[in-house]
């Protein structure tokens, strides 16, 4: 069975075939890398695991996906501010 990935606080869910990785980085736009938001100090993520799901809670501006090699899994989520990288206006 998949396995339902959603990435807060955006809501946004993927899902994650078996055998498959899905890497989560987040980005934080704080000069000196402090996160907030976890319930331990400083910590970019909050990982809520259960049977069929996972919940990541990405303390940081913006997120994107990868898998395990570093390529992309949502190519827009790596539209990131965060990276210089923004939708085109």
Not at 32 to 53: A, C, I, K, N, Y
Not at 71 to 77: G, K, L, P, R, V
């Amino acid at each position: 069975m998949p396995l339902e990935l959603t990435v807060e606080p955006w809501a946004d869910a993927y899902q994650i075939l078996p055998g498959q990785t899905c890497v989560v980085v987040t980005h934080s736009a704080a000069e000196d890398g402090s996160w907030s938001g976890t319930l331990r100090e400083d910590e970019p993520f909050q990982v809520d695991h259960r049977r069929d799901s996972v919940t990541v809670w990405a303390n940081g501006t913006c997120f994107h996906l990868g898998d395990m090699a570093g390529e992309a899994i949502d190519a827009a989520d790596w539209e990131c501010p965060a990276l210089g990288r923004g939708p085109q206006q």
